[in-house]
């Protein structure tokens, strides 16, 4: 139930059904959705405790973001609480909910399929199939393409928010995958680029070329990654004049200025500045716009155009600390994980194309405090209990076992068109990989050693530590592990000195990327 209730809460944020159904409107399905995923953990065996709430860094952020902003941001606390609270709810909800690998990937395939609605729904009112009246706004947009939802009535947000399922599209459908399922997602993973491109964003278009080169170079050998990353790059930025509207704007000695909508945005970073070095603690939560017009006239009136600007003029120097810290704790997750087979691995490198997405989106469009932010830390957050929860000699289940994947949550199995045979059912994509994968040398792993996992093994077929598509990171948990002759799944489980190093440094990245945006 509490896993329905997760699902069910991401289609209200995404499909919106309440907003073109009037009666749904009237039950409010985002905050029902809630209440199931809450009375489901309470009913479910074990329950819920309180050492359960706060377990991983990204946890521990959180948690001080949230209290940053009711005890320390300007508004009284009741005010404050009203606004957050249901952010707290997204977050802790959905880190209990997802409790195993399997509704993790189940619900990225949920997230997806979600995303692909509403990018199909915008693609169709182009072509006369339009019962959200979209055509209006888009019109209104001066032709980009947008959908008529609150949260996607703009071009910008509706393209920031359809790109991140290429790369899901690609690691749910291609990357080791039969080719018949490939076949499928060749013509899918054309729909949000399409979208995209018909929306015009340029931040849409650079945030999309960031994830669609994680996607490609994330997880590969560094003699990979060394050669691909520069051809990537050169590939992106000869595309670059081909897009619409990037040829309107002149980079470099302020010759920015000169179009109208970056001048917008320069001088929102403008007045986020001005916020962050002149409030202690920000100008208070949901309040840019109204500071704004005090200081700036009505006449320049702007929004924040950026997730980081948003934080810092809203919340200060410590809220945009503890955001950049955020963040930081997500990649150091997803960069230091271990993973033990290839579903495992395919939720790691979807979890990171959508933080990296979200990370470069966030410097275009204000997605700082909205839902589909703390639903991706928690996603994260889940990701690493899971692997910090593991014994290092921990060998997955066979898929007769533990039947938990495929392609977008449907078992390859049912999807296969090869036959069965005497009642044994037709090899899957997955058991074809896990019969002939070979991880960073090590020798090929039969199918008898995961039959450790129930007690039944062949004396020959010992569980292999050391499994996982990551190298060993050494650290003081690692070192002991090595010394064992296992490596943790997570050996990055709890803060280090390094890591306040590491937030401070996250910080003054975004404050160079901020003052050189300005300075264009």
């Not at 500071?291 to 948003?310: M, T, V, W």
């Amino acid at each position: 139930m509490d896993f329905v209730g997760i699902v069910l809460f991401a289609i209200a944020l995404y499909v919106r059904p309440q907003e073109f159904i009037g009666l749904l409107s009237a039950l409010r399905p985002a905050q029902l959705s809630l209440a199931l995923a809450g009375l489901g953990l309470f009913i479910r065996e074990g329950g819920v405790s309180a050492k359960q709430l706060i377990r991983t860094p990204m946890d521990w952020m959180v948690t001080a973001y949230f209290v940053y902003i009711l005890f320390w941001t300007p508004g009284s606390f009741g005010d404050l609480w009203g606004q957050i609270y249901p952010f707290v709810g997204f977050y802790f909800l959905v880190v209990l909910a997802l409790t195993n690998f399997r509704r993790i990937y189940q619900y990225l395939a949920w997230w997806c399929g979600c995303v692909m609605f509403i990018a199909i729904m915008a693609l169709l009112s182009l072509v006369g199939i339009d019962p959200l009246d979209s055509q209006t706004t888009t019109a209104g947009s001066l032709g980009r393409l947008t959908l008529n939802l609150s949260l996607f009535s703009n071009p910008n947000a509706l393209g920031h928010s359809v790109m991140v399922a290429v790369p899901f599209l690609y690691f749910f459908m291609f990357w080791k995958r039969p080719i018949f399922v490939k076949e499928v997602g060749l013509p899918l993973i054309f729909l949000p680029m399409l979208c995209t491109y018909f929306t015009e964003s340029k931040g849409a278009f650079v945030s999309g070329a960031g994830a669609i080169v994680a996607t490609l170079a994330f997880g590969r050998p560094k003699w990979v990654q060394f050669i691909l990353l520069p051809i990537l790059a050169a590939m992106a930025i000869s595309a670059v004049p081909l897009l619409p509207r990037f040829g309107e704007v002149q980079f470099g000695g302020g010759k920015a200025r000169s179009d109208e909508a970056v001048l917008g945005r320069i001088e929102a970073f403008e007045f986020g500045k001005w916020a962050f070095e002149n409030t202690p603690h920000g100008v208070g939560f949901g309040n840019f716009y109204g500071a704004f017009i005090q200081k700036e006239g009505e006449l320049k009136a702007r929004a924040s155009h950026s997730s980081y600007n948003q934080v810092q003029a809203e919340f200060g120097y410590w809220g945009l600390l503890i955001f950049s810290g955020i963040l930081y704790t997500c990649f150091h997750s997803l960069m230091r994980a271990r993973t033990a087979d290839d579903n495992e691995e395919r939720v790691r490198r979807m979890l990171f194309c959508m933080l990296l997405s979200f990370a470069v989106s966030s410097w275009m469009i204000d997605f700082g405090f909205r839902a589909a932010f703390f639903v991706m830390v928690a996603m994260i957050s889940a990701f690493h209990r899971i692997l910090t929860d593991r014994t290092p000699d921990y060998a997955p289940m066979s898929q007769e076992q533990e039947e938990w994947g495929g392609v977008l949550g449907v078992a390859e199995s049912k999807l296969s068109s090869s036959p069965t045979t005497a009642g044994v059912p037709a090899m899957t994509a997955q058991d074809y990989v896990l019969q002939r994968k070979v991880v960073r040398g090590a020798p090929t792993r039969s199918r008898q050693t995961f039959s450790a996992q129930v007690g039944v093994m062949a004396q020959k077929d010992q569980p292999r530590s050391n499994v996982g598509y990551v190298p060993a990171v050494r650290d003081d948990v690692g070192v002991v592990a090595e010394a064992a002759g296992a490596v943790p799944f997570m050996p990055w489980s709890k803060f280090r000195w390094y890591d306040a190093v590491g937030i401070y440094l996250s910080l003054q990245l975004v404050l160079y990327i901020r003052d050189y945006a300005i300075s264009l």
